[in-house]
């Protein structure tokens, strides 16, 4: 199918300022998107405040619009500019959630613009809670039993049906904003109460705690001819419980059998086919539990996200490029690779090599904040790293930090052993201190329920570090 | 060890990322290293430069340089240069394998840059525009052989060597406040006592104002050098004279060697003491006098000529009692100059390569004197909603994340739209809370008055309900937190307050306000901490009064300028 011709000009929003949860990631999906769409001949208009992104250079759109992102200011932009379609999933929460307001509004029914790439219903059964897990049910799996609640009172009543710990999540917010894991009733009531006036919404969602699970991601694009592939696996070295914006994560995923990743991609196709997401990426996050191999679905974005872009990057597969002319029309057997030149983008990338990406926290710039990770996220940047095996990636991820604080390593082994069982900052160089002391990997395991495979790689790391130390490079000659 | 392990013929190659596991030839090229055999990184015939990144974001170092990086590697490959990235950062353009010729996705480690060097033989690097991340490789880059494209790192030492960088202001005959270096706390106590408090700490080569401090007497800097110490090892302290409500001007300029173009001047909205890159500021400098304008530019261009600057040079000025104090000068992109691009139309970054490339200022047909139809006003975005727990208060130590523009044609209404657009929308009616502290109170009445012609309520400390009650202003008087339920933050809680206007002075009055700005957080209201800010607040609600929005594309304003250079 080819480009449509039905429509010529193009609104996107993008994501606003740069902030926890939403970063320059989307600089980078919308300056991609601006580009293919003024190349495929649209005329593009583009709003995003702010103004530090390369996408906001006049030369990346036909008009760009540095103002804020809210309804009454995008309405008026609307009501100059006349855009036939909206383009909503590249410029992250921040332009899904205004394209949902504005078509509440009834801001886009008036001026007749299309949302293109996902439609309204597409986004809420995504996004609302409970309209994701009836499609997650239809289809056969499920996600952790879970109830909503608008207040303190309401969730303690739902309490009786479920156990602590419970994780709460507050309804269409960023990088899992003002949600949290009680443990006991006190910090359940205080998160509950935070959580409804952090959502927009004043509703939060009380989910069965699948702590301790490992946590997968897979990075998944469709088209209108109905073709999905999927782009890459992402597994999160620390298990569920830190914010996959706070995880050191590895492409592709290492510790899965053949058997389980088949299941993580059946399970991807099935649930972008019946949220209905039409064209473009989503990127669906699960839990495996790793004694029952039991898994559960934890949510889907259907936009392109962080993850995307350490797809795209991982893999070499550019997704919000893709998802752009897929957005216009095309699909996927009809848009060149443009690595290969000769592969359509219905190849599914293969990789010979291994990606780590590691998180940047800036903790020491507020010393009042609780430096514990949890399921909101708190790192302001990441890097990535690309090796032959998952030591070297891992190691270059490390010294890619460029962290200029240095850790206090005088603590005892006790004492570090408890400290890591709860994620933090330096969980790592911890692990790697108490790896050097000769800890057994079992003890950390349990402290940590990190895969024993990666902590097994982490003592390969340092039994040639010792190796090493004390020695001159005369030895070698 | 480098030399010993070379000396073996242990040498890195380089792989392409491929999608395809080398099953078809990859035409993009885009590396990373190992220590493997085939390299698949040939190196091509043509002139290259290498342009280095910022590494992952973090405070004081974020997208901002990417858009500088970004802009270099355009410039060059137009220029007819190949154009390599190197950074580390996927979330980035500049790790966008479609920007660049070629990209390596390799750490900013002196040793992996080094490298990849050696695979490229380039004509030089460029390490003006990735922030700190760059520059501090860069001298052990030229202690390699490499040559560094732009400002020679002589001309950077210059700069951030306090003592030779004050010879070149009294050569200059450019004024700056008073300041020493300590490497002991009997240096540091030495010099406060010669030059006197309040005192802006910090240790040296720091990017982002980390561990920096204003003390407002000895107890505050004895218990910052103990904490200082720690932060910055054996690296000495810097003390220097805090100019207390002085207004802070920034300048991002490009010199040739021969000629300065000034981007922009911008004046900051808070006064001095709040981090540059935590303050709101507006182009044009609307209300500084154009003598002291005049000067500001004159400094700017007697400075990066003497100091030899190649490229960008960012300049920050302090204004007290109509004198011109230079703060600092940092010969390397700021995080500015997109904000600065973007209100012009004049691409800075892109004008600054073809000067590190060898070209002239006078060749490229730049307007004099940017136009300055608007006015823009950037305001910062603070990270505190998501940070459970953190202190709200502007400093010397930077805090945002991100950035927002407003435009429009007057400051007022720039400066609202930009509240708005960094989600503290400021209200247009209601209740305003008051805590001014003594030093303010004059100016607070003033504002009272507006903000009662307007239709709001006031409601103040005792302090301050007093004195605008004193002066005519009706204004209910609330306790404090500290004085016991019920309190203003009760009130905010609750959602009787629209607005906070509440301004600190010293460490106890900081840390009393916390739980007040605590709880704007929770709701959500806006909570202004400065003086200054709450004088731009209130006439951004006057202006907030006329009715419809007026948007603005960059197209109208700039015309193509922008699309052509």
């Avoid at chain 2, 044609?409 to 503290?424: H, I, N, Y």
């Avoid at chain 2, 009445?445 to 009650?469: H, P």
Wanted: glycine share 8%; hydrophobic share 40%.
């Amino acid at each position: 199918m080819p480009r449509r011709t039905d429509i010529e000009k193009i609104m996107l929003i993008g994501s606003g300022p740069i902030v926890i949860g939403q970063a320059c990631e989307f600089d980078y999906s919308g300056t991609q998107a601006c580009q293919v769409l003024l190349e495929e001949g649209f005329e593009v208009v583009l709003v995003n405040s702010n103004p530090a992104t390369i996408m906001t250079d006049p030369a990346f759109a036909t008009r760009t619009y540095v103002e804020p992102l809210d309804v009454p200011t995008v309405s008026a932009i609307i009501e100059r500019e006349r855009p036939d379609a909206l383009l909503p999933t590249l410029g992250g929460q921040t332009a899904l959630n205004l394209a949902t307001e504005l078509k509440e509004a009834g801001v886009l029914d008036r001026y007749e613009v299309q949302l293109i790439g996902a439609d309204y219903d597409a986004i809420q059964r995504a996004e609302e809670r409970e309209l994701f897990r009836d499609a997650i049910d239809r289809i056969g799996l499920r996600v952790p039993r879970s109830d909503l609640a608008k207040s303190v009172k309401e969730a303690c009543q739902k309490l009786e049906k479920l156990t602590l710990p419970i994780i709460i999540r507050p309804s269409f917010t960023l990088g899992g904003h003002g949600g949290g894991v009680a443990h006991d009733l006190d910090s359940f009531c205080s998160i509950v109460e935070d959580g409804v006036s952090a959502s927009p919404i004043g509703q939060v969602l009380l989910e069965e705690s699948v702590m301790g699970w490992q946590e997968f991601e897979l990075e998944v694009m469709r088209d209108r001819a109905d073709n999905v592939v999927i782009v890459c696996s992402i597994e999160n070295i620390d298990p569920m419980g830190v914010h996959t914006g706070d995880s050191i994560t590895v492409a592709p995923a290492q510790t899965l059998t053949d058997v389980q990743y088949q299941r993580l991609r059946d399970a991807s196709l099935d649930i972008i086919r019946e949220i209905g997401v039409e064209t473009g990426g989503s990127n669906i996050q699960f839990a495996v539990n790793p004694d029952t191999e039991e898994i559960v679905v934890i949510e889907m974005n259907p936009r392109v996200s962080r993850s995307s872009a350490l797809a795209s990057k991982a893999t070499g597969f550019p997704i919000a490029k893709i998802a752009a002319r897929l957005a216009v029309g095309y699909t996927l057997d009809e848009i060149p690779n443009d690595i290969t030149r000769k592969t359509p983008a219905c190849f599914e990338p293969t990789i010979d090599y291994v990606v780590v990406k590691t998180p940047r926290w800036a903790f020491e710039k507020f010393p009042r904040v609780d430096a514990v990770l949890t399921t909101h996220m708190k790192s302001v940047g990441e890097n990535m790293a690309v090796g032959r095996t998952f030591k070297e990636a891992f190691m270059k991820s490390m010294r890619s930090r460029e962290l200029d604080v240095e850790m206090d390593d005088a603590a005892g082994t006790e004492e570090m052993l408890a400290a890591i069982s709860t994620p933090s900052a330096e969980r790592y160089d911890l692990i790697f201190e108490l790896l050097r002391r000769g800890t057994d990997v079992a003890d950390i395991e349990a402290a940590t329920s990190i895969n024993p495979w990666f902590l097994g790689e982490f003592e390969q790391i340092i039994a040639r570090e010792q190796r090493l130390r004390g020695r001159q490079l005369a030895d070698y000659d | 060890m480098r030399g010993y392990r070379i000396g073996k013929g242990v040498t890195p190659v380089y792989k392409a990322v491929d999608t395809c596991a080398a099953e078809f030839e990859a035409e993009t090229p885009y590396f990373y290293s190992c220590y493997d055999r085939e390299n698949e990184a040939v190196r091509s015939g043509r002139d290259k430069v290498i342009i280095l990144g910022s590494g992952p974001n973090r405070i004081g170092q974020g997208i901002e340089f990417d858009y500088c990086c970004v802009h270099a590697v355009m410039t060059s490959r137009e220029m007819g240069y190949e154009a390599i990235m190197v950074n580390c950062n996927p979330e980035t353009v500049s790790t966008d394998y479609n920007i660049s010729d070629r990209l390596y996705f390799e750490p900013l480690t002196l040793e992996d840059v080094l490298n990849l060097v050696e695979n490229e033989q380039p004509r030089g690097v460029i390490v003006q525009f990735g922030g700190q991340t760059p520059l501090k490789i860069a001298e052990g880059l030229e202690q390699a052989g490499v040559p560094i494209l732009g400002t020679p790192q002589d001309a950077i030492d210059l700069a951030e060597d306090r003592g030779r960088f004050g010879e070149v202001l009294r050569k200059l005959e450019i004024a700056h406040p008073p300041y020493g270096t300590a490497r002991s706390r009997d240096e540091a106590l030495k010099i406060a006592a010669r030059i006197g408090y309040p005192l802006l700490v910090r240790p040296s080569y720091v990017l982002g104002g980390r561990a920096m401090e204003i003390v407002y007497n000895r107890e505050d800097l004895d218990r910052y050098i103990q904490d200082a110490v720690q932060a910055s090892h054996e690296h000495p302290i810097l003390l220097d004279k805090f100019l207390e409500d002085a207004m802070e001007i920034d300048v991002d300029a490009v010199c040739d060697g021969e000629q300065v173009y000034i981007g922009a001047v911008m004046q900051h909205i808070e006064e001095a003491g709040v981090h540059s890159g935590d303050s709101a500021c507006v182009i044009p400098a609307y209300s500084v006098p154009e003598e002291l304008l005049q000067q500001v530019k004159q400094h700017t261009q007697d400075l990066a000529l003497e100091l030899g600057v190649i490229g960008l040079i960012n300049i920050q000025y302090a204004i007290k009692d109509d004198e011109v104090f230079v703060l600092e000068a940092n010969p390397r992109g700021s995080r500015t100059v997109p904000y600065v691009s973007k209100s012009t139309g004049v691409p800075l970054a892109k004008v600054a390569t073809r000067v590190i490339l060898g070209e002239k200022l006078s060749s490229m047909d730049l307007p004099s004197e940017p136009a300055h139809p608007h006015f823009t006003v950037k305001e910062a975005v603070l990270p505190f909603s998501r940070l459970p727990g953190a202190d709200t208060t502007l400093g010397p130590e930077m805090k945002s994340t991100g950035e927002v523009m407003g435009i429009a044609t007057s400051f007022p209404a720039a400066f609202a739209k930009a509240q708005g657009a960094a989600g503290q929308t400021l209200p247009t009616s209601g209740t305003m809370f008051m805590s001014i502290c003594d030093a303010d109170k004059t100016q607070a009445v003033e504002l009272g008055k507006r903000l009662r012609d307007l239709g709001f309520r006031i409601v103040a400390t005792s302090g301050t309900a007093e004195a605008l009650e004193e002066a005519g202003v009706p204004a209910d008087p609330v306790r404090k937190f500290t004085e016991g339920k019920p309190h203003v933050v009760d009130m905010i809680l609750v959602g009787k307050i629209d607005g906070v206007i509440n301004t600190p002075r010293g460490r106890g009055a900081r840390a009393d306000g916390y739980e007040i700005r605590r709880a704007t957080l929770r709701t959500g209201i806006p909570c202004i901490t400065t003086m200054a800010g709450a004088e731009a607040a209130v006439s951004a609600i006057e202006a907030m009064g006329e009715p419809g929005i007026q948007t603005h594309n960059l197209q109208e304003l700039h015309g193509n300028h922008t699309r052509s250079s």
